[in-house]
């Protein structure tokens, strides 16, 4: 169960439910203070015990290589269960939670410039393989920074900035689930990151260990420059005075 996930949203919106073979009350106690239930425990009709047998489980199985029945639900306000795992899939799941709270797909329009941009992915999208972001762009030219250095990668992550080249100016259309808010893990020295959905002015980051080291957010267009905004689809780097995390949100 993943209770973290379950966690960044507000309880007035999710609860987290809980599932349990058992008819033993300590057991059921225990079960709901371990993995910080926020809902009374639903117990599992037809189990004989253990991990199998359950009518709940047995009506949802999903076979695959790993354990055979779900270990993951997420069930909508009319308690209909809109998605049913046994593997961690966590960006699905974070994508099904966000249609069922903020309604259903964006599409955003990200300009690009020839030659070498800043980019991110404003979206939780089914595929972020660049080129499929991006068909635009020239292959093999996505590179993210970390440790003080660069790494070429197939795909774009939320929260992060990349260098990405394009041979042309051009326009892209992205579609999928807006980003109301991401957690961005900082290093000391130099990062690269994109921010969410929405323009955000750089003085609503919520940078709680003030690591941000002020003047330092630089966007890039033909060079750097000083901004005061994170643009959606647009990377921009920032110098921190040490490891920690800062909040993006609309």
Not at 6 to 13: F, L, M, N, S, V
Not at 20 to 44: A, Q
Not at 73 to 98: L, P, S
Not at 174 to 188: F, K, T, V, W
């Amino acid at each position: 169960m993943e209770t973290t996930i379950w966690q960044t949203y507000p309880q007035d919106e999710v609860l987290l439910l809980g599932i349990s073979n058992t008819n033993n009350s300590n057991i059921i106690d225990n079960f709901v203070e371990e993995n910080n239930l926020s809902y009374p425990i639903l117990y599992d009709p037809g189990s004989s015990g253990g991990v199998q047998g359950g009518d709940v489980y047995d009506e949802y199985y999903l076979p695959n290589d790993g354990s055979p029945y779900p270990r993951d639900f997420i069930i909508n306000q009319n308690g209909i269960i809109q998605y049913a795992n046994n593997e961690i899939d966590t960006e699905w799941m974070i994508i099904v939670i966000d249609n069922l709270l903020y309604g259903g797909e964006v599409e955003l329009e990200i300009s690009f410039l020839e030659n070498w941009n800043m980019v991110g992915l404003p979206l939780y999208t089914s595929n972020s393989e660049y080129q499929i972001l991006f068909p635009e762009s020239v292959e093999n030219t996505l590179f993210s920074f970390s440790g003080g250095g660069y790494a070429q990668e197939d795909q774009l992550v939320p929260g992060k900035g990349y260098w990405l080249r394009f041979q042309s100016n051009g326009v892209t259309t992205l579609s999928g689930q807006a980003i109301n808010e991401l957690s961005i893990e900082l290093s000391e020295g130099w990062n690269l990151i994109s921010g969410v959905s929405e323009l955000v002015n750089i003085i609503s980051i919520h940078d709680p260990n003030q690591l941000i080291i002020e003047g330092t957010i630089f966007g890039f267009t033909d060079g750097y420059s000083l901004t005061e905004t994170i643009e959606p689809g647009n990377g921009c780097w920032l110098r921190s005075s040490g490891d920690g995390t800062i909040v993006i949100q609309n």
